[in-house]
C-alpha cells in the first residue's frame, strides 16, 4: 500500500486552519498517487488541547470539521487524528482521542485510543476515556491495524515494566493486520527518536509487518515536536524517515523494499540546536510576533539565546538591549558588541546606573540600617527587568528569557528581574550544555565570540563577583542535577557517584526550595526528559526533608 | 462505636511531624474513651503530595512511619491515611491512596482507594492506581465499611451522570457494612460543604446507616481545605459537625442519637473572608514567613488584602507600602492612611515619580517618536514591584499581591509590575465579590474606608484613568466571567444571558488570550469550583476562535 506520510505542523485550536492544511496535504496525497493519506494524532486540533477539549462548542467545531473532511473524502484514503464523542453508558467523559479513516465520502472507520498517558507532561485521563475495544479494517487490499501514539508503547517484549495492562497494538496483529500504522503526537527530548526507533523495529522484526508512524511537527507553547517519521518493513529495518524539525511529505511504499536507513538521530548539539530554534519560531509565529529582544549580559547564556532568537527570526528581526552597571566588566560591552557585530543585529546601551541609584536614593531610608544584601543585587536585576520589558510593550517585541536549567534549578536567578520574559528558550539546557551548544555555533567559525565562551561566569550585580562564589562548578553542580532531575536518582544513590553527601544534600535543598520561583517562571522549551514546567509538579509549600 | 474524629492540618512532605500529630491525637483519642480513632486522607504525607510521590526515598519514608505508628497502636483503632504499594503485576505504578487501620501493634487491614480523581485540581491518576476490590472489616462489634474522599462520590442515586463505573461505597454496603467511614482531603469552594452533606445525607438514609466522613483542614499553597467533617446518624441527619478553618477534635458516638444539625454553611462572606485567612496564615505558617507587605494603591483590593494580612498575621506583623505617582489622586494617600489607622499597622510612603522620570529619561531614546501607551503605564506598575520585592527581600516580607479574579481574568494586570507577590490572596474572588467582602468586614463599623469602597476603581497609571473606560461595568463582567470560568458556559448560553454577543465575545478573547499573564502569576488561593492556576490549563499558544 501507498501511504502518504503527512507530518505536518499544527496551531493548537485552529480547527480551521488545522482543517484546510489536512485538506491540502490529503489532495497532495492524491496527486502523488498514494492510496492512503496519513495524518498526526490529534491534528485536527493540534495537540495537547488541553481545556479546550472540555468546551462543547470546541468538541462541535471539531465535529464538524471531521464531518467535512469526510465528505470532500474520494477513493483515497484520508487518516487523520480528530476528537469523538459517545455518551451512551452515562459514565465518565464520553471522550475519545481518535483516529479517523474516510473514503468515498464517508466516515469509514473510527478507531479511540486506548493506552491514556498521564505521566510527565501528559494528563489524557482528564479528558479521554479508553477505547472499548480494537479493530481492524480492510482497505485496498491490505487489513490496517490502526494505532495512536501511546497504544504502541506498551510492548510486553520490549519493556520490562509496563504501564497498561493491555497491548492494544498486540491485538491487532492478533486480529489478522497486515499493515500496522501509528498515528503520533510524541514531545521531543534528547535520545527519545533512538528509544522510539529501537522499539519500533523490535515489534515490526517480531510481528513481521510493516509500520508507517506519522509523527507531528512544531512547538506548542513549551513542547517541542520533532517530526521523524518512521516506516519500517517487516524485518524491522527503518526504510524512510521524515525529515526533522519541519513540515514533511513523502510516500511509503509498503510493499517496496528501500535501502535501510541507519541514521536517526544526530549530536546533542546537533538536535537541540535544531530543536530550540523551531520551539522559538514558532512560539512567535502562532502567536504573531515579528521581532524578538534579548537582554544581552556579555555571558555566554543571553549569546547563545541571542543566536537562536537571529535563527528563528533572522537578523533583522532582533534587537538587544546591553544595560550595564557599575558592577559591569570593561569585558562585558566589548564583548557583547563583538557578538552583535558577528550577527548584524540591531542594539542600545542603556545604564541601569541611574535609575539604581535613584531607587536607592529612594529606598534607602526604609532599609534603615541594614547592610547591603541580595535586595541591591534583585533591584538591579529588576531595573533591566523593567527595561526590557518597556521595550518588548512599546515595540511589540518577544522578549527571551536568558536562565539556563541549572540557575533555574537552584533558584540563581531574579524573580521579575531576569526571568522576565514570555518563553525561557534554554531553561531546559543546563550550562555545560551551553557551552557545548556554543562551541557547536562556533564549528565553522567564531559567532559567539570566544572571550564569551572562555571568561568565568559571572551575574555581575555586586563587585568581583562569579557563579562559583555561590555554586558548585557547573561540571558537578549538572552531573547532580541531571541526576536528581531526568534520572530520578535519589540522594543516596547521588552521593555514591558524587562522593560529597553534603553538597548532594545542599544543591537537593536548594532545587526543593525554589519551586515558588518557578512556578512564577516563563514558558520553558523542553529538550529533555524532564523539564521545569508543566510535566514537573511539585508542592510550594512543604516540609519534605530527607 | 466511639469515633474520635481527628481533624488535623498536615504539612505536606512534613512525615516526622504529621506522624508526631497523628500520634499525638492517637493518645488524646484514647484519653476520651474513644474505640477508633480517624484521621483525613494522606493525613501522614499531606494532601496534596504531587510528585514527591514518585520519589522511592519519600514512600519509604511513608512506610517506615506507617509502620511506627502501627508498633505504637493499642487496642484502640486508629485508622490514617498513607500511600501503600503494590508492584506484584510489574504493570502501572504499583502506588495506592489507601487507609491502614492498625490496633494491637500492627497494621491490621489496609484499603485502597478506588475511584482515582484527574480533573480539576486533581491529577491522581499520574501517581495511584485504583483498588482491585473493597472489604469491609470487622472491629470491636461493628462492620467497617472504609473509604477514601472519592470513593464516596459516585452514588448512582444522588448523580445523574457519573465519571466512574464503580461505587465503592455501595459495595461496602452490600458486603454488610454497619458503619461507614470516609476519610478525606477535599479542596475548599463555596458552596462545596453544601453538596457534600446533601449527598451524604441521601447516602446515610437510603443505606440506614451511620456515616463518620473525617476532613482535613489547612492550606496548602493554593488549595485550602476547610475542615467542616460531619457525621451522621442512619437516617440522613447531621449529628456533629467539626469546626470550619480551624484544626478539630470530638467523639461521635454512632449508637448514640444527637439533636440533628442542620446549619452546616454560612453565607458566602463569612465562608470566605475565613477561607482566605486560613489560606494566608498557612502559606505564612509552613513557609517560615512571618509579617507581611502589602502595595497600598488606595483601592478597594488592596485595603481588603491588607486586612486579610492583618487578620493572618496581627496588626505588629503587616506593613504596606505607599507609592503614589503624578496620576495618584490625593484622594488614594488619604484614604489609605485611613486604613492605616483604622488597623494600627506601620508603613511608609516613597512616590516612584523620581525613578519613573528618570527611567523615561534613560528609555525615552530608545523610544523614538512613539507616543506614550501602555509602556508608560507598566513601567510605573514595575517600579511599584520593584519597591515592594525590595523591601521584600531586605525584610523578608511575604509580599502579598493584590489582583482580583476580574482582572487576573482580562489581563487587566501588569506581569512583573503589580502581580508581583508570593500569593494572589483575592486572586479568586470577582471585583464585586471585593466589595460583598468589605462591606461584611465593616459590619459591625468601619474598618475599610467608606471612601475607599464608594470611588470608582482606578490603576491611576494615567490621568483621569478609570477602570470602567476599558472594561465593562464589573456586574456585567462578572456575571460573564461566572457564566464562562466556573459555570463553563459558551459564547451562546453566555449570549443568550446577557444579551450582547459582541460584549460576551469581547471577554472570552481576553480571558482566552491571557494565558500567558496567569501562567507566571502567583498561587491564587481557591474559593471557587473553577481557580486560575492548576486546576485551569489553557494552552498559550493557541488558534481556538469561536
Redesign the interface.
Known amino acids: 500500500m501507498k501511504i502518504a506520510v503527512c507530518q505536518i505542523n499544527t ?7 488545522n482543517k484546510n492544511k489536512i485538506l491540502e496535504y490529503y489532495e497532495k496525497s492524491i496527486q502523488a498517487g498514494a492510496d492512503l493519506a496519513v495524518f498526526p494524532e490529534l491534528s485536527l486540533c ?1 495537540y ?5 477539549v ?5 468538541r462541535e467545531a471539531i465535529t464538524a470539521a471531521s464531518e467535512e473532511i469526510a465528505r470532500k473524502s474520494k477513493d483515497v484514503g484520508i487518516l487523520f487524528g480528530t476528537i469523538t464523542e459517545d455518551y451512551e ?5 464520553g471522550i475519545y482521542n481518535s483516529a479517523m479513516l474516510c473514503y468515498d465520502g464517508e466516515i469509514q472507520f473510527v478507531q479511540q485510543k486506548t493506552l491514556i498517558p ?2 510527565d507532561v501528559f ?1 489524557e ?2 479528558y479521554f476515556e479508553s477505547a472499548k475495544d480494537v479493530y481492524v479494517h480492510k482497505f485496498k487490499g491490505e487489513t490496517l491495524g490502526i494505532s495512536i501514539c501511546e497504544d504502541i508503547w506498551n510492548d510486553a517484549d520490549y519493556w ?6 493491555k497491548d492494544p497494538v498486540q491485538t491487532l496483529i492478533d486480529k489478522g493486520a497486515t499493515l500496522l500504522i501509528n498515528i503520533s503526537a510524541s514531545p521531543y527530548s534528547y535520545g527519545r527518536r533512538t528509544i522510539r526507533y529501537n522499539m519500533l523495529s523490535v515489534l515490526t522484526k517480531d510481528s513481521k509487518l510493516p509500520l508507517a508512524y506519522v509523527s507531528c511537527v512544531g ?3 513549551d513542547l517541542i515536536f520533532d517530526g521523524g517519521s518512521l516506516c519500517f518493513n517487516g524485518s524491522g529495518e527503518l526504510q524512510m524517515l521524515g525529515k526533522t524539525y519541519e513540515e514533511d511529505f513523502f510516500v511509503f511504499d509498503s510493499a517496496k523494499e528501500y535501502e535501510e536507513i541507519k541514521e536517526y538521530e544526530k549530536s546533542f548539539e546537533e538536535e537541540v540546536h535544531e530543536a530550540l530554534i523551531l520551539g522559538l519560531k ?2 512567535a509565529g ?2 504573531g510576533f515579528k521581532r524578538a529582544l534579548v537582554g544581552l549580559s556579555g555571558g555566554i547564556d543571553s549569546a547563545l539565546v541571542t543566536y537562536l532568537a537571529v535563527k528563528a527570526f533572522g537578523s533583522d528581526n532582533v534587537h538587544v538591549l546591553l544595560m550595564p552597571s557599575e558592577y559591569s566588566s570593561e569585558g562585558s560591552v566589548k564583548d557583547s558588541k563583538k557578538l552583535i557585530d558577528n550577527l548584524g543585529i540591531s542594539w ?1 546601551n ?2 541601569i546606573q ?2 539604581f541609584e ?2 536607592l ?3 534607602t531610608p ?2 534603615g540600617n ?1 547592610p547591603p ?3 541591591e543585587e ?2 538591579q536585576a ?2 533591566r ?3 526590557l ?3 518588548s ?3 511589540g517585541y518577544l522578549l527571551c528569557t536568558t536562565g539556563n536549567k541549572s540557575e533555574m534549578a537552584v533558584g540563581y536567578a531574579t ?2 528581574g531576569d526571568m ?1 520574559g ?1 518563553l525561557a528558550v534554554i531553561g531546559d539546557v543546563y550550562k555545560t550544555q551551553v557551552y557545548k551548544l556554543a562551541k557547536f555555533i562556533n564549528r565553522n567559525g567564531e559567532i559567539i565570540p570566544n572571550e564569551i565562551i572562555t571568561k568565568p561566569p559571572s551575574a555581575e550585580l555586586r563587585p568581583e563577583q562569579k557563579d562559583q562564589d555561590t555554586l558548585p562548578p557547573y561540571e558537578i553542580l549538572d552531573e547532580i542535577l541531571k541526576l536528581y532531575l531526568e534520572e ?1 536518582k ?3 544513590e547521588i552521593t555514591e557517584i558524587i562522593g560529597d553527601k553534603d553538597l548532594v544534600y545542599k544543591v537537593l535543598r536548594m532545587v526543593d526550595m525554589n519551586e ?1 520561583k518557578r ?5 520553558v522549551l523542553r529538550v529533555s526528559k524532564k523539564a521545569f514546567g508543566y510535566g ?11
Open positions: 496551531i493548537i485550536g485552529d480547527i480551521e486552519g493540534g495537547p488541547p488541553l481545556d479546550l472540555e468546551k462543547n462548542e470546541f453508558d452515562n459514565i465518565g467523559t498521564n505521566y494528563d485521563v482528564r520490562k515494566d509496563r504501564l497498561y495492562d512547538a506548542q507553547t514558532d512560539y502562532k502567536t542600545n542603556v545604564s541611574p535609575v535613584k531607587a536614593e529612594m529606598l526604609l532599609f541594614r544584601d541580595v535586595t534583585n533591584m529588576r531595573i527587568g523593567m527595561y520589558m518597556s521595550l510593550n512599546k515595540f524573580l521579575y522576565c514570555a530520578s535519589e540522594i543516596k515558588f512556578k512564577q517562571a516563563a514558558p514537573r509538579r511539585f508542592p510550594i509549600v512543604q516540609g519534605w526533608r530527607r
